[in-house]
C-alpha cells in the first residue's frame, strides 16, 4: 500500500495555481522561526551522547539541521540556549559559555550555507546570497548569574535575545512553574531591561509567569516578544497568550511566534491546519502585524502532522494560501513582522 504524504493531501486541495503561488510567496519570504532548541543536540558533553548531531548534516533525528533549513525556505533560524533544566543550576553559566562556543564553531564549520548575525541589515545581506542566517538567544536568565556585566559580555559575544525565565524561578522573575506567588519583576529584572533598551536586545517573555509578563506590559517602552507561545482561548495551555495579552504585545508594537508543540495547538491531535487556526484567532483578535513562527523544533518530542521538520516550512504558507491570506500578510507572519521587531531593537 502507497504511502500518501501531508504535502500530497494538502496539494489536493490546492488548485495548481494556488500551489505556484504558495511556493513563489514562501521563497520570496524571508522566513524566520524566532526559537529551536537544536543547540543542546550538538553537546555530547552535556547529554554523554558518544556523536552529536552536527549542524551541516541532514539528520533523520530531532527536527532541524541546515539541509532541512535550505530544503523547507527556513532563512533566519534563532537558537536558543537553554540551562534551566533544575531550579538553581550552578552550572548554567558553563552551559552557556559551551553553547556559544558550539554556536560559533558550527557557523565557522557550515559558512557557506549559513552565517550569524546580529542585525537585520546582516539578515537581509545572507537572504541576498543565498545563505540562512542564525541569532542567538538565551531561555533564561540562569547563567547570568544574577550580574548584570554578565549580560554585557553575553551582548559582546552576540547574543541578541533573552527571557529571563524558563520555568524556574531567578532573579530576574518568576517562570511558569513559580507562578503561585503572583509576583512582579524584581528591582534586578527592572534594571535589566532598562540595559537590555540600551544594548539592543529583544526582551522574550514566553515562559515568564502571567504575573511578571503584565508587569514587563507595565513597564516596558517600546517592543517585545514571545518567541514561542499560541493562543490560550484557542488552546488552554498555561504557556499560551491569553486574549487580553495578545493586545497588550500588539499594544508594544511586538509579536508572537507560534510554538509547533502539539499541547499548545490542540488537545485532540496537532496539525498544520489547527496550528494556522491560532494564526486566524489571532489576526482575527489582533491583526496581521504581530503574529510570526517559533516552531520549538528539537524542544518538542512529537511534531504536528505536516510539520514533522524543518523542511516542512512551505506546508504553512500551502495553509494560508488555501485560507485566502493576501500575499502580504503571509509574508508579515513568516517573518516579515519578526524582521520589524528586530529592525527597531537591534543596533
Request: with cysteine; charged share 30%.
Amino acid at each position: 500500500m502507497d504511502v500518501v504524504t501531508f504535502e500530497e493531501i494538502v496539494m489536493v486541495k490546492l488548485s495548481k495555481r494556488q500551489e505556484a503561488e504558495a511556493m513563489r510567496i514562501h521563497g520570496e519570504a524571508l522566513v524566520v522561526d524566532t526559537h529551536c532548541d537544536t543547540l543542546m543536540e550538538f553537546m555530547p558533553q552535556r547529554y554523554g551522547q558518544s556523536a552529536a548531531r552536527k549542524l551541516g548534516q541532514r539528520s533523520d533525528k530531532g527536527h532541524l539541521d541546515l539541509p532541512r533549513m535550505k530544503e523547507g525556505g527556513v532563512d533566519c533560524q534563532t537558537f536558543a540556549m537553554y540551562t534551566g533544566r533544575r531550579e538553581g543550576q550552578s552550572d548554567a553559566l558553563l552551559i552557556a559559555m559551551q553553547m556559544t562556543d558550539i554556536f560559533y564553531r558550527e557557523m565557522e564549520e557550515n559558512e557557506e550555507g549559513i552565517v550569524p548575525v546580529t542585525s537585520v541589515r546582516e539578515i537581509l545581506a545572507a537572504k541576498e546570497v543565498g545563505k540562512c542566517s542564525g541569532l542567538l538567544s538565551i531561555e533564561g536568565g540562569e547563567p547570568l548569574m544574577g550580574d548584570l556585566g554578565v549580560l554585557r559580555n553575553f551582548y559582546k559575544l552576540g547574543i541578541r535575545m533573552l527571557s529571563f525565565t524558563w520555568n524556574w524561578r531567578t532573579p530576574f522573575a518568576d517562570g511558569q512553574a513559580a507562578s503561585r506567588t503572583e509576583s512582579k519583576l524584581t528591582d534586578l529584572g527592572l534594571k535589566a531591561i532598562e540595559e537590555m533598551d540600551r544594548l539592543g536586545m529583544v526582551l522574550d517573555t514566553s515562559h515568564i509567569s502571567d504575573t511578571c509578563f503584565w508587569d514587563i506590559a507595565d513597564v516596558k517602552k517600546g517592543p517585545f516578544i514571545a518567541s514561542h507561545s499560541n493562543s490560550r482561548v484557542v488552546c488552554d495551555h498555561k504557556r499560551n497568550l491569553t486574549d487580553d495579552m495578545l493586545q497588550a504585545l500588539a499594544d508594544h508594537g511586538g509579536v508572537t511566534g507560534m510554538n509547533f508543540a502539539p499541547d499548545f495547538i490542540s488537545k485532540e491531535g496537532a496539525t498544520v491546519e489547527k496550528l494556522v487556526d491560532h494564526i486566524d484567532y489571532i489576526v482575527k483578535r489582533i491583526g496581521p502585524d504581530h503574529v510570526g513562527l517559533g516552531s520549538d523544533f528539537d524542544g518538542i518530542e512529537t511534531p504536528p502532522v505536516g510539520l514533522e521538520d524543518a523542511s516542512k516550512m512551505p506546508n504553512i504558507t500551502r495553509e494560508l494560501v488555501r485560507r485566502g491570506y493576501a500575499e502580504e500578510d503571509i509574508k508579515k507572519i513568516l517573518g516579515g513582522n519578526h524582521l520589524r521587531v528586530l529592525g527597531q531593537i537591534l543596533k
